[in-house]
């Protein structure tokens, strides 16, 4: 069919190995839920980009770190990752199930 592709799948990483990477330090998480969900409980040391103004070439450096996106459940964090692959940018993965799998995991939260 002329056309019609399919989208590139989108790199998960599941609640632990992201704890890990936090850990060491080889992480940049992006959180890109808007600023209220962010105040009411997000991942320690994760950066709000709300979705509604999420632009890849605002993404902070990550000097050297691989950056990681994450929502509530994997939705939005999956639309900015269709806005990086749009924009040709190197950044392809994503917490999967978001905060609440983050949360089911019985990992730390800060605020709410």
Do not use: Y
Not at 25 to 54: C, K, Q, W, Y
């Amino acid at each position: 069919m002329l056309g019609f592709r399919k989208r590139e799948a989108h790199r998960e990483i599941g609640p632990g190995e992201l704890h890990a990477m936090l850990e060491d330090g080889t992480v940049l998480l992006i959180d890109v839920r808007e600023p209220g969900e962010f105040a009411a409980g997000h991942i320690p040391g994760a950066v709000n980009m709300p979705l509604s103004a999420f632009s890849p070439d605002d993404v902070p450096d990550p000097e050297g770190r691989t950056v990681v996106l994450q929502c509530a459940g994997g939705r939005r964090s999956g639309q900015a990752l269709d806005q990086c692959a749009a924009a040709q940018a190197a950044i392809d993965t994503h917490l999967a199930g978001g905060i609440g799998a983050w949360k089911d995991a019985g990992l730390p939260v800060v605020g709410g």
